[in-house]
């Protein structure tokens, strides 16, 4: 006969590891943006006097009634009044000191904006865009965040048709072929990167040329639409977001 298990209530389980059920949950969205020919991310003053001076990325605190998800379009919507960016999960954070406040694991998101052509909110006045490059020290350990970020996109632009997400809806292989090399911060073949771009075909040709720019004109392309991709929105509520 099967010995019966000793079953415990979530109740009980809860006060016997009380330690464990008081640690905080936050996101971190690294949003990229693309200007001048530079990658750029989104910044805020840190409001921590432990942090005084320092920039940090754009997080908070998940809510009891929120996913993860939710939370970071939350953080992305209060910030920046936008609701249609992509997004894509990144990597979780858990060092024991990387909050000064108590123990914060936070996941960290990174999200791609077409800065020219989209409104943003920019309802804060610490609110800025920073060359990435330009970058070396943030509150927190969000200099590891957004480096980790960066990776995870410098891994997926040759496979991935992520980097459209940066650009506007028709772009020419020039300004496409600088924005890869902003991103990988490399200079790049003109011929070997057409190349590599024509074989994943992922472009369609517009027949139409550029106008009113400095230089030759150049074809137009467009990303085939199939290859647009957006992660979907939950609604949520939305209040001030802070740094985590």
């Known amino acids: 006969m099967a010995k019966e298990l000793n079953l415990k209530t979530a109740e009980i389980e809860k006060i016997s590891h009380i330690d464990y059920f008081n640690i905080a949950i936050s996101v971190d969205c690294v949003i990229f943006g693309y200007d001048n020919k530079e990658l750029k991310v989104l910044l805020i003053k840190s409001d921590l006097e432990d942090f005084s001076g320092l920039y940090s990325l754009l997080g908070d605190l998940?809510?009891?009634d929120e996913d993860l998800e939710t939370a970071s379009y939350r953080v992305l919507i209060d910030r920046t009044g936008m609701d249609d960016v992509y997004l894509e999960q990144v990597h979780t954070f858990g060092s024991i000191g990387r909050h000064p406040s108590g123990r914060v694991i936070t996941t960290a998101y990174y999200s791609l904006i077409d800065v020219k052509h989209h409104k943003m909110q920019l309802n804060h006045n610490e609110l800025h865009w920073h060359s990435v490059k330009d970058i070396q020290r943030l509150?927190?350990?969000?200099?590891?965040?957004?480096?980790?970020?960066?990776?995870?996109l410098r891994q997926q632009v040759m496979e991935h048709p992520v980097?459209?997400?940066?650009?506007?809806?028709?772009?020419?292989?020039r300004e496409l072929q600088e924005l890869y090399q902003?991103?990988?911060?490399?200079?790049?073949?003109?011929r070997n990167f057409r190349k590599k771009i024509a074989i994943k075909d992922?472009?369609?040709?517009?027949?139409?040329m550029e106008d009113d720019v400095p230089h030759r004109p150049g074809k137009l392309y467009k990303l085939k639409p199939e290859f647009r991709k957006k992660t979907t929105l939950q609604k949520s509520s939305v209040r001030q977001a802070?740094?985590?």
Not at 182 to 190: E, G, K, V
């Open 62 to 64: 998940v809510r009891p």
């Open 139 to 152: 509150a927190f350990d969000h200099k590891a965040i957004l480096d980790t970020c960066l990776n995870r």
């Open 163 to 173: 980097v459209f997400n940066l650009l506007p809806e028709k772009f020419s292989l």
């Open 182 to 190: 902003a991103i990988l911060d490399i200079d790049l073949d003109r």
């Open 202 to 208: 992922w472009l369609v040709d517009l027949n139409e």
């Open 242 to 244: 802070d740094a985590y």
